[in-house]
Nanobody, 137 residues
Framework: QVPLVESGGGSVEAGGSLRLSCAAS?????????????LAWFRQALGEREGVAAT??????YYADSVKGRFTISQDKSENVLYLEMNVMKPEDSGMYRC???????????????????????????WGQGTQVTVTS
């Protein structure tokens, strides 16, 4: 059973909006909604991975500077779904978007941001296979 499955990608014109969904399997949901997991969105383009946004129970959401004010991460625990609302999209937002769930450790001071920003490597966790987003100018 695939732990995380993304959907909602597609092609949109610059300035448009998309909402991505990340559905967790029943098995993964037993763990990732327990409160000690970071739930995050990453995107990969031209071989580089960028952390986009993350949420953590009891903490403030994290956003990469490139998406602040335009993207919103949210979750629906009753439906076992993580969302990423993307507005005022730009061509540089194009890429393969993947969701992830992982437990932040001591190396990241038990915070999501160091892992999502790339300062600390994510050694283990749940990952989806991705959904492609293309923004045309």
């Amino acid at each position: 059973q695939v732990p995380l499955v993304e959907s909602g990608g597609g092609s949109v014109e610059a300035g448009g909006s998309l909402r991505l969904s990340c559905a967790a399997s029943s098995e993964a949901s037993r763990y990732i909604w327990a409160g000690n997991y970071c739930l995050a969105w990453f995107r990969q383009a031209l071989g580089e991975r960028e952390g986009v946004a993350a949420t953590f129970v009891g903490g403030n959401p994290y956003y990469a500077d490139s998406v602040k004010g335009r993207f919103t991460i949210s979750q629906d625990k009753s439906e076992n779904v993580l969302y990423l609302e993307m507005n005022v999209m730009k061509p540089e937002d194009s890429g393969m978007y993947r969701c992830a769930a992982f437990i932040p450790g001591a190396r990241g001071n038990y915070q999501c941001a160091p892992y999502v920003s790339g300062a600390v490597q994510i050694l283990s966790g749940y990952w989806g296979q991705g959904t492609q987003v293309t923004v045309t100018s």
